[in-house]
């Protein structure tokens, strides 16, 4: 892989590149986590609001300041900002004609920004670059959430984030686009010591936040990657192999999976855990023309229920969301916006295809059961990535005296 990266990759100085990339994507993790649990964007100006604006102006400047310093710019394909930019479009009519113009604006922009950083830093750095310090955040940030929220593992029987406060949903996603990303690593390099601890801490912490989600997501993932490998290593062979005996008796001899999946009796699962009732409230929410073919805005985050002793729910999945927010024209941009990324990243080369097409299908199981795949969130931030890595060309080869190393 060094020499892929150094055969490929723009920039000044080996180092200093390193810490500016890896520093501006930490940057915006940062900024798309939750930094309040359960609070939702509906207008306005506070301390929260105004750190994560200025955390992810940062990384944009960063971002940009690199692209225009760097002598040489990968050429990376224009669909991904066509379709940003159509469907932040669509959301903001919508917006205007529900009276929500404000508070969706603004959700409009923050998206903007971690689209258009993500763009600055696709043009210099090489994806192999980007997908490994993008892992390397969220495992980072995933880690300490992790760590300073042990207390609340005790309190409710789930795994919740401490600092920053990650819902155990949340966290989970982090910590699956971490665990595939190490076994990318340990693919492509070979399996090493920290690689085996990473991989041990990544799952038991993702098993504790009791996300079924989460974790089906990730083990697909990891299966479509690993049918995706064309050879393996001896120590990665031998785990492979290990597991399945493991898992067979997991499935058929114990009911370790049937406490954690059937969590809260039949009735939760038949219903999703209450997401149906606002599955069949999106439907015929609102009676209008404009909010059933351009929506509501990225701020309509809760709908109204009947028949129930709640009055409004959340609208736990993506596209269901998306159908609220940006009515039926949005759903279709995104659907194709969809295809068109997932061609691409089975078309990448080795060995970015493996994480591409992966972290893909974990993106679409969970965007099924749970929102924020195309809102300012850690979601989307590695569906954009995958949308401009998995377009972006490979420069020619340069012998090492043209060539500057990024890693």
Known sequence: MSSTLAASAPGVRRGSNRRLCFTTVLLLVI????????????????????????????A?????????????????????????????????????????????AVLALRVLLVGMTLYFLA??????VLVRNLVRAMLLV??????????????????????????A????????????????????????????????????????????TGLAAALLALAVMLLQARRLNR???????????????????????????????????????????????AWSFPETFWARWTGMGLAQKL????????????????????????????????????VVVAVTSLRASRPARLFLVAALALLTVRSLLESGMFDSTPSFLVFMLISLTGSAQQLPSRTSSESHVVE
């Open 31 to 58: 900024a798309t986590v939750s930094w309040r649990r359960g609070v939702y964007y509906s207008g306005g100006v506070d301390p929260v609001v105004a750190g994560k604006a200025a955390l992810s102006l940062i």
């Open 60 to 104: 944009l400047t960063m971002a940009w300041f690199a692209r225009q310093a760097s002598p040489i710019l990968i050429p990376v394909r224009g669909h991904s900002i066509a379709f940003l930019l159509s469907y932040l479009v669509v959301s903001v009519m919508g917006a205007h004609a529900a009276g929500q113009l404000v508070p969706s």
């Open 123 to 128: 043009r210099v750095f090489p994806r192999e």
């Open 142 to 167: 995933a880690a300490i959430s992790a760590l300073t929220g042990l207390p609340s593992f005790g309190m409710n029987g789930r795994l919740f984030g401490g600092v920053p406060p990650l819902h």
């Open 169 to 212: 949903n949340e966290l989970a996603f982090l910590l699956a686009v971490s665990l595939i990303g190490l076994t990318w690593l340990a693919l492509n390099e070979g399996m090493k010591g920290h690689h085996v601890v990473l991989l041990f801490f990544g799952f038991g912490a993702l098993w504790l936040t009791g996300s079924r």
């Open 235 to 281: 120590l990665v062979a031998t785990a492979v192999v290990a597991t399945i005996p493991l898992g067979f008796y997991l499935v058929f001899a114990s009911e370790l999976l049937d406490g954690y999946f059937l969590r809260g009796g039949a009735d939760q699962v038949t219903t999703l855990s209450s997401r149906t009732i606002a599955w069949s409230a």
């Open 303 to 338: 709908i109204p229920v009947q028949d129930q002793w709640w009055d409004v729910q959340l609208l736990d999945s993506t596209w269901v969301s998306a159908l609220v927010q940006v009515g039926l024209i949005g759903v279709v941009i995104l659907l194709l916006w969809l």
